[in-house]
């Protein structure tokens, strides 16, 4: 890749911003960006240009031609032509994030439910990521994906997809902090790597260890070669944690799915519409994963493995959040594949959150239970 192309996209924005603040053109800002600069193997340029077109989306919502256009462009930087769509299309979902949950908007536009012009705006972006994804069914398997690893944090963002730890992280900073403060006195001393402290020990291994016992893993080491012979990164670290490489596994159609999960804003009517997003997005590639016939599972399988541990989590909103998801899954069991065992595990799931601590979702869980009985009664119970 050209020197050109790894461009600081922070002034090339700002450079951009200054010549188009006279345009009338909501895009030119977008415009000139993919003129100027190359997307198509910068992970940092798409991840800018797509952001900076979901702010136009929002800024603009109730215009459904811009926001048609808007998707045009997402459809070039996505492209398998520019090559292996999975990390961009995992950049472009994740920027579009806010107008899926829409969320995040400026505090002026601060509203008690979701608007018309909000909803239309989700719906139309929505459209164009099931319609991509159908046209490029790939996107629904896990690929592994050469990543650039940062020097402080990089292995971070493996786990964000798979648990909602990350989240639980975020609604205890204080204890990981002090958690944080032990690890660093620890290798000071001479000890650090020889304990494990859930995920987040394990992401700040330390290389004064020489092996982790019981572990079903090789270590990864930063700055010092590990025993890991497959690792491509421990050939060439020679003590330079910086410029690292490795591979991650991406799964860009799961990955948003769980983010709308564990982002979505905490409010009734914003969870009513997130977890009904999740269960369209389902519906609509269920038939295609099943004839890709994958070694993983069915999409809905590999959900359901999710919503599992979002049932049990230690944030009371994920617990709450999911008892929904569940109820909405088992009403439409059919057309998004829920196979039976799961399925049941799932009911299982629900009725154990009906003696939860936390009265909100015991209220929640004892509706959800009435509403699978429901479902159960009206049909469902082919699946059960």
């Known amino acids: 890749m050209d020197d050109d192309s790894d461009c600081d996209m922070v002034s090339a924005v700002s450079d951009v911003s200054s010549d188009s603040e ?26 800018v240009i797509t952001e900076t077109i979901a702010g136009v989306i929002r800024d603009n919502e109730s215009d459904t031609e811009l926001i048609l256009k808007s998707t045009e462009i997402l459809s070039d930087m996505a492209s398998p032509e520019h090559g292996p769509p999975h990390w961009r ?55 592994l994906v050469e990543k650039d690893v940062e020097e402080d944090g990089g292995d971070d963002e493996e786990g964000e997809e798979e648990t909602p730890s990350g989240s639980e992280d975020e609604a205890d900073e204080g204890r990981g902090s002090r958690d944080q403060r ?33 572990s079903g893993e090789p270590v990864r080491r930063r700055g010092k070669r590990g025993p890991a012979q497959d690792d491509d990164d421990s050939e060439n670290e020679d003590g330079n944690r910086g410029g690292r490489k490795k591979e991650v596994m991406m799964d860009p159609v799961m990955g948003l799915i769980q983010r709308i999960c564990t982002l979505c804003p905490e409010k009734k009517d914003w969870r009513e519409a997130a977890a009904v997003t999740i269960v369209t997005l389902l519906e609509s590639f269920a038939e295609q994963v099943v004839e890709l016939d994958l070694d993983e599972g069915t999409l809905t399988s590999r959900f359901a493995s999710f919503v599992e541990l979002l049932l049990t989590t230690n944030r009371a909103g994920f617990r709450a959040f999911a008892i929904d998801v569940v109820s909405v899954l088992v ?13 049941r595990i799932l009911l299982e799931g629900v009725l154990g959150c009906v ?4 009265s909100s979702v015991r209220s929640k869980a004892i509706l959800g239970v009435g509403n699978l009985l429901k479902a159960l009664v009206m049909g469902a119970d082919d699946m059960m």
């Open 22 to 47: 006279q345009d009338d053109n909501p895009l030119s800002k977008v415009i000139q960006m993919l003129e100027k600069y190359n997307f198509k193997d910068n992970p940092e340029a798409v991840g």
């Open 89 to 143: 299309c995992a950049l472009v979902f994740r920027a579009l994030l806010p107008v899926i949950l829409m969320d995040n908007y400026p505090k002026e536009k601060t509203v008690a439910a979701p608007t018309a012009s909000m909803r239309s705006a989700k719906d139309i972006i929505l459209r164009w990521i099931i319609a991509f994804v159908k046209e490029h069914p790939a996107l629904l398997c896990r690929r």
């Open 182 to 214: 032990q690890r660093k006195r620890r290798r000071q001393d001479g000890e650090g790597g020889k304990r494990r402290r859930g995920v987040a020990a394990a992401d700040d291994e330390s290389s004064d260890s020489d092996e982790e016992p019981g």
């Open 331 to 343: 009403m439409r069991a059919e057309k998004v594949q829920l196979e039976k065992e799961t399925g």
């Open 355 to 358: 003696l939860d601590p936390v």
